[in-house]
Protein backbone atom coordinates (compact mmCIF):
# COMPACT_ATOMS: atom_id res chain seq x y z
CA UNK A 1 0.00 0.00 0.00
CA UNK A 2 0.96 3.58 -0.51
CA UNK A 3 0.33 6.65 2.29
CA UNK A 4 0.66 10.22 0.97
CA UNK A 5 1.43 12.75 3.88
CA UNK A 6 0.39 16.31 2.60
CA UNK A 7 1.83 19.59 4.21
CA UNK A 8 2.29 23.45 2.97
CA UNK A 9 -0.99 24.71 2.97
CA UNK A 10 -2.08 28.27 5.10
CA UNK A 11 -3.61 31.38 4.57
CA UNK A 12 -2.15 33.91 2.55
CA UNK A 13 -2.58 37.55 1.19
CA UNK A 14 -3.22 37.55 -2.93
CA UNK A 15 0.03 38.60 -4.59
CA UNK A 16 1.74 35.62 -1.66
CA UNK A 17 2.74 32.29 -1.78
CA UNK A 18 2.99 29.28 -0.67
CA UNK A 19 4.77 25.53 -1.41
CA UNK A 20 3.01 22.75 -1.11
CA UNK A 21 4.85 18.75 -1.01
CA UNK A 22 3.11 15.44 -1.01
CA UNK A 23 5.39 12.59 0.15
CA UNK A 24 4.60 9.32 -1.42
CA UNK A 25 5.38 6.48 1.50
CA UNK A 26 5.43 2.01 0.76
CA UNK A 27 6.92 -0.47 -1.02
CA UNK A 28 6.91 -2.50 -4.28
CA UNK A 29 5.64 0.34 -6.55
CA UNK A 30 6.91 2.41 -8.79
CA UNK A 31 5.42 5.90 -9.47
CA UNK A 32 3.68 6.52 -12.97
CA UNK A 33 1.94 9.96 -12.24
CA UNK A 34 1.96 12.19 -9.57
CA UNK A 35 -0.18 15.58 -9.30
CA UNK A 36 -2.37 18.01 -7.43
CA UNK A 37 -6.09 18.21 -7.38
CA UNK A 38 -8.06 20.98 -6.00
CA UNK A 39 -12.06 21.41 -5.16
CA UNK A 40 -13.31 24.18 -3.94
CA UNK A 41 -16.58 25.07 -1.73
CA UNK A 42 -19.46 23.87 -4.33
CA UNK A 43 -17.70 23.16 -6.75
CA UNK A 44 -16.16 20.22 -8.48
CA UNK A 45 -12.46 18.32 -8.08
CA UNK A 46 -10.41 19.83 -10.37
CA UNK A 47 -6.68 18.69 -11.80
CA UNK A 48 -4.03 21.65 -11.30
CA UNK A 49 -0.46 20.44 -12.44
CA UNK A 50 0.74 16.59 -13.29
CA UNK A 51 4.00 15.31 -13.46
CA UNK A 52 4.71 12.48 -14.95
CA UNK A 53 7.64 10.05 -14.61
CA UNK A 54 9.78 11.14 -17.35
CA UNK A 55 9.24 14.50 -16.01
CA UNK A 56 6.90 16.06 -18.68
CA UNK A 57 4.06 18.61 -16.67
CA UNK A 58 0.74 19.92 -17.36
CA UNK A 59 -1.01 22.74 -15.74
CA UNK A 60 -4.48 23.91 -15.95
CA UNK A 61 -4.99 27.12 -18.08
CA UNK A 62 -5.52 28.82 -14.62
CA UNK A 63 -2.45 28.07 -13.21
CA UNK A 64 -0.27 28.56 -16.00
CA UNK A 65 2.57 30.97 -15.59
CA UNK A 66 1.95 30.77 -11.67
CA UNK A 67 2.16 27.36 -10.66
CA UNK A 68 5.15 24.79 -10.74
CA UNK A 69 4.47 20.98 -10.11
CA UNK A 70 8.31 19.46 -9.74
CA UNK A 71 9.31 16.13 -8.15
CA UNK A 72 12.16 14.66 -6.16
CA UNK A 73 12.22 10.55 -7.41
CA UNK A 74 14.65 9.66 -4.15
CA UNK A 75 12.27 10.84 -1.76
CA UNK A 76 8.82 10.03 -4.09
CA UNK A 77 7.88 13.73 -3.24
CA UNK A 78 5.82 16.40 -5.33
CA UNK A 79 5.73 19.79 -4.76
CA UNK A 80 3.51 22.51 -6.01
CA UNK A 81 5.00 26.16 -6.05
CA UNK A 82 2.27 28.46 -6.42
CA UNK A 83 2.99 31.89 -6.67
CA UNK A 84 0.94 35.35 -7.37
CA UNK A 85 -1.71 33.62 -5.76
CA UNK A 86 -5.21 34.58 -6.28
CA UNK A 87 -8.65 34.54 -4.32
CA UNK A 88 -9.79 32.46 -6.93
CA UNK A 89 -6.92 29.51 -5.92
CA UNK A 90 -8.47 29.20 -2.70
CA UNK A 91 -9.53 25.51 -2.20
CA UNK A 92 -8.53 22.01 -0.83
CA UNK A 93 -5.57 20.76 -2.84
CA UNK A 94 -5.09 16.94 -2.94
CA UNK A 95 -2.06 14.96 -4.15
CA UNK A 96 -2.63 12.01 -6.19
CA UNK A 97 -0.32 9.49 -7.02
CA UNK A 98 -0.67 6.47 -9.80
CA UNK A 99 1.51 3.86 -8.83
CA UNK A 100 2.06 0.84 -10.80
CA UNK A 101 2.72 -2.69 -8.37
CA UNK A 102 4.03 -4.77 -11.44
CA UNK A 103 0.93 -4.61 -14.08
CA UNK A 104 -1.45 -3.39 -11.60
CA UNK A 105 -2.08 0.23 -11.68
CA UNK A 106 -3.47 1.72 -8.36
CA UNK A 107 -4.48 5.65 -7.38
CA UNK A 108 -3.97 7.12 -4.52
CA UNK A 109 -5.20 10.30 -2.62
CA UNK A 110 -4.11 12.73 0.09
CA UNK A 111 -5.58 13.58 2.97
CA UNK A 112 -6.12 17.59 1.29
CA UNK A 113 -4.54 20.60 2.53
CA UNK A 114 -6.54 23.68 3.03
CA UNK A 115 -4.76 26.82 0.86
CA UNK A 116 -6.94 30.35 1.33
CA UNK A 117 -6.03 33.35 -0.30
CA UNK A 118 -7.61 36.13 1.62
CA UNK A 119 -6.69 39.36 2.75
Known amino acids: QVQLVESGGGLVQPGGSLRLSCAAS????????MGWYRQAPGKQRELVAG???????NYADSVKGRFTVSRDNAKNTVYLQMNSLKPEDTAVYYC?????????????WGQGTQVTVSS
Open 26 to 33: GSGFSINL
Open 51 to 57: IIRGGVT
Open 96 to 108: NLVAAFGSTIRGY
